[in-house]
């Protein structure tokens, strides 16, 4: 992968980081997400000179969380838990 090419895919090279999220960021989560009509939804964004940019929204987010025994899908155990809830 060049230096020289922006990459928005995990899966092509371009790495995820942790982030403490300012509360300028979490309002605009919130109102896109509130935009898009979603009740459950990752927001993408990227840090400008601008400021923050929503570069796009996930509305079926697959989140992974990764330990050293197994991998989980988040968005399957949410999925899982409502299932039994309902029964």
Known sequence: NSKDKW????????KMEKENPSKKIINLAIR???AMNATFNAIDFAISE???VVIENNPTPNYIIKTDEENINLTKLIEEIIN???K
């Open 84 to 86: 039994i809830k309902i």
């Open 32 to 34: 896109t997400g509130k």
């Open 7 to 14: 990459l928005a895919s995990t899966s092509k090279g371009s």
């Open 50 to 52: 601008n400021g923050p």
